[in-house]
Structures are given as C-alpha cells and as structure tokens.
C-alpha cells in the first residue's frame, strides 16, 4: 500500500538521520583523543581533521571545537574568521560555549558591544555561567544596555552560585564598594574568598585589602 510505503520511506530517513548523528559523534570523540594524547599520540592536525568531519555532519560540539583550532592554531593555520565562522555555526546551533566566546570576542576584540549582549543572553538563557558575569558587566558599565545595577548583581549571585570564581569576584567587588547592594565587608570576604579557593589570582590582592578594612 501506498501509505506502508511511506513510513518505510520515514522510517529509512530516522535510521539515516539516527546513523550520521552517531558517526558525527565518534568523530568528535576522536577528535578530543587525537587533541588531548587520549589512547593516542597527541596530534592537533589529527584533531582537527575529526572534529571537521563531526563538524560538517552537523555536530555543534565539534564546530565549536574546531573553531577553537583556527582560534589557536592548533592543528590548522591560525585563521581568525574560520574561527568566528565555525563558532558562530554553533552558536546557532545552541551551544552556549560558543554563544559566550562570541560575546567575549565581540566585547573585547571588536568593541561591539550590542552584538556581544545578544550572544551573552543567549547563553544566560541556558544558565552559563561565565555569560552570566560578562552580561552582569554590561548592566554595571551600561555597554551595549542601559546600565542597571539591580540587573548587574542579579546576574553576578547568578554566576557566582555556580562557583564561577568570576562571578564570585565580581560580587564581592559590589559588597566591597558598595554597588547596587549595601556595603558589606563580611559578605566582600566570603566571595573573595571563594575566589582565591578557585585560584583567581586578582582575587588574592583583593582579599588582602578588605581583610586589612577590616
């Protein structure tokens, strides 16, 4: 019958959609083994012909990884807009790692703060961390946003609730100076602390000085 005919036709399309998901994913296991030196010799050019194999099928993983080889040049020639082309692709795709490293790049690299505001919120969406920091120093100096403090601390307890030493600093910059929540050393301490257990080198000075004010 015509209808069994096309949930076969269905049915072989998911089998072939299931298949090339998995092989993408093998791809990019072998990627991160021939990067890291994992059962391998390490061998960045190895790496990244895997992660381009995974990449082209579709796998945002891989995207963002091989975009991080153009980035660095590891294993390929150091090319900044294959970079940005490979992070964006998964950017789209929904990966928030790349979502943030757009926004660091376009924040600190290109000065565009409106485009690094949008790629921040999308991944704020999905709860990173990091993100979470950087969108909360946009509210604070009202770049790319109308500045707001409220936003600023809100998104800094966010991030530094995940343990991101980031927004660990950050919000105990706020109860140190007093910024968008009441001056309060105790609290200043603590998230500075936190920072240091993490080994945030700027949070070692700062730690010493309210620890002095105290």
């Known amino acids: 019958m015509e209808a069994d005919k096309v949930i076969s036709q269905q049915e072989e399309r998911q089998q072939m959609r ?18 890291v030196g994992l059962g391998v010799e390490q061998d960045y050019a190895m790496a990244a012909m895997y992660y381009r194999k995974a990449a082209n099928q579709g796998n945002m993983q ?29 950017a789209e795709a929904g990966l928030a ?8 790049y376009y924040a600190e690299k290109a000065g565009d703060y409106s485009t690094a ?28 946003v109308e500045p707001d403090m ?3 601390v809100r998104l800094y307890r966010f991030s530094a609730a995940q343990n991101c030493y980031f927004g660990q600093y950050s919000l105990a910059e706020c109860y140190e100076q007093g910024k968008g929540v009441e001056e309060d050393l105790t609290q ?4 500075y602390s936190l920072a240091v257990e993490l080994g ?5 000075a700062a730690l010493e000085r309210v620890v002095a004010l105290g």
């Open 18 to 35: 299931i298949t090339k998901q998995e092989d993408a994913l093998a791809m990019l296991e072998l990627g991160h083994c021939y990067f």
């Open 62 to 90: 891989a995207q963002y990884s091989l975009g991080c080889c153009y980035w660095h040049g590891q294993g390929v020639v150091k090319d900044e807009r294959w970079a940005l082309s490979w992070w964006t692709q998964a």
């Open 97 to 104: 790692e790349a979502q943030t490293n757009l926004g660091i």
């Open 117 to 144: 505001v949008h790629w921040y919120a999308k991944a704020v969406e999905q709860g990173d961390a990091v993100a979470q920091n950087n969108l909360g120093d946009c509210y604070e100096k009202g770049r790319g």
């Open 150 to 152: 409220g936003k600023a």
């Open 188 to 191: 200043a301490i603590h998230w």
């Open 200 to 204: 945030f080198e700027p949070a070692v």
